[in-house]
Structures are given as structure tokens and as C-alpha cells.
């Protein structure tokens, strides 16, 4: 059970930015990750349509055998809550309540900005989790739906970057959080237009050291970590555009991606 591979999954390449936290605080544990490049973006849809996406990128992982999912989406982690049932045959670790802890533990006045999806942000799961752990915080929340299209497009550094940046975080930087939650796992990869806009007193939390430590102390608490001497590894697969996503994740994960990513069809599950 301990050497099961471990599933992640977003709409497309964001979620890489998980899984770069994830090897370096699980550096023995294979994974498996699956992005879904042919139905990105996830974020500008109905929930019924991201639910049914999530179920089946869901259903896919699981015929991997593996011991864990991480759902290294904002936007299919806001919908899975509003499901009645886990859907899955191993344990789902969403990326809200880890994010969500580590910027209660971060802020100072108590003042916490929320960026995501559209649907993230409608949905409120940030927003849900902070009133539990901090009631008398005070959460500000903007979509930023720009965003994934220019991290998916290769412009999350520049001139557009900048300009959107600027655009949608204005009024939160008006609000004086001290705090600002990426909700939506694209986002690490506009962090510098994103702390240009914020200034340097605004901290930034990304899922992707939350999720990545909190999953080691629960993999670690039921004897499940992996063991094994070599390194682990990791497998790609995506619905669409091989070349796109190999080119990208090589830059996110600072090493060749492009020939092991392989294309499935995920209508199928
Ligand atoms: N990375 C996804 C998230 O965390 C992007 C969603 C999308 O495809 O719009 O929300």
C-alpha cells in the first residue's frame, strides 16, 4: 500500500505547481498527475459541468491504483464539497483547508484577500474554511479570470501580466489585506506580477507548500509513506496538446516533461 502511486489532477498545467512542492516534500512517492488540457479552463463553467469533469478525472486516477488523490484545482476543489459523496476509492485531499489554515496562520491584522476562479469564487469555499478556523478574520475575494489563459498561453511574466495584475487587484490592495490566498493553483505562476501589484508587506500563499506539508503529516500519521530507496516518479497524461504542456511543465518543474506525458481520452471515464 505505501509504494501506491499518488493521483493529482487539475484543468491543465497549474497544478504542476503542486506537484513541484509535492516531490520536494515527498521526494520517494511516485505520482501520477493527469491535466486536462482539452477542457481547460474549468473556472468559466457551470458546476454541474466542473463537477461531472472532476468525477471523471477522478474516475481515471483511480484505475492507477493509487493510495491518495490531491486535487490540485482551486476550482474542482470548491465543487467537490458541494457533492453528498466522496466519490473516489482512495482519500481526497483538497486544496482549500491546508491554503486555508496556512493564511490564517500568516495573517496579522486578520485581513485576508481571496483570488480564484469564477467559480471559485462564487462558491466561497476559502471564505467557508476561514470562518472556521478565524471567525472574526475578515476575507475580500476577487475573480481573476484572465489569469489561467495567460499562465496556459505562456504569458504569466510581462507587459499582460502586469496589466491584468493591475487591474484585478486594485481594490483588494485598497482593503490593505496582509494576506493574499492564490486560490486557483495557475496563479504561482503570475506571482511576481501579482506581488508587484500587492507590494512587498502583502504575503502570498500558494496551495502548493500547504497541500504539500499537510499531506506528508497525514501519509506519515497512517504509515503510509513511501519507503523505497530510489527516487520517485512521476507520470503525465492530458486530454489535449502534448507539445503545449511538455514545453510549460518543463519550465515549472525544471526538468524534461515532454516525454513522458502521454494523451488519453477522458470522455471515456
Ligand atoms: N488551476 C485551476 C484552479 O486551481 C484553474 C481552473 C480553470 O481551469 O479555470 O482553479
Do not use: W
Amino acid at each position: 500500500m505505501r509504494d501506491r502511486p499518488i493521483g493529482v489532477f487539475d484543468s491543465g498545467l497549474g497544478g504542476l505547481t503542486v506537484v513541484r512542492e509535492l516531490r520536494r516534500a515527498l521526494p520517494k512517492e511516485d505520482f501520477i498527475y493527469f491535466g486536462d488540457t482539452g477542457r481547460v479552463p474549468y473556472g468559466s463553467r457551470s458546476n454541474e459541468t466542473i463537477a461531472r469533469y472532476t468525477l471523471q478525472d477522478i474516475r481515471f486516477l483511480c484505475g492507477f491504483d493509487i493510495k491518495q488523490i490531491v486535487v490540485a484545482c482551486g476550482t474542482a476543489s470548491s465543487v467537490l464539497a458541494k457533492l453528498a459523496e466522496a466519490p473516489a476509492e482512495a482519500p481526497i485531499l483538497r486544496i482549500i483547508e491546508p491554503t486555508a489554515r496556512l493564511a490564517c496562520r500568516t495573517t496579522r491584522n486578520g485581513r485576508i484577500g481571496v483570488i480564484g476562479t469564477a467559480a471559485t469564487i462564487s462558491n466561497r469555499p476559502f471564505q467557508r474554511a476561514i470562518a472556521a478556523l478565524r471567525p472574526e478574520a475578515q476575507v475580500f475575494s476577487q475573480s481573476c479570470p484572465l489569469f489561467v489563459p495567460l499562465a496556459e498561453c505562456g504569458f504569466s511574466k510581462g507587459e499582460c501580466a502586469r496589466i491584468a495584475a493591475e487591474r484585478y487587484l486594485a481594490g483588494l490592495r485598497e482593503q490593505q489585506v496582509d494576506t493574499l490566498i492564490l486560490g486557483c493553483t495557475h496563479y504561482p505562476l503570475l506571482k511576481e506580477a501579482i506581488a508587484a501589484v500587492m507590494g512587498p508587506e502583502v504575503a502570498l500563499v500558494d496551495a502548493g507548500e500547504a497541500v504539500a506539508l499537510e499531506l506528508r503529516e497525514q501519509l506519515e500519521e497512517k504509515g503510509l509513506l513511501s519507503l523505497r530507496e530510489r527516487a520517485g516518479r512521476t507520470e503525465y497524461y492530458v486530454s489535449d496538446g502534448i507539445e503545449n504542456f511538455g514545453g510549460m511543465g518543463e519550465e515549472i518543474l525544471g526538468e524534461p516533461v515532454l516525454g513522458q506525458v502521454k494523451r488519453i481520452d477522458i470522455e471515456a471515464y
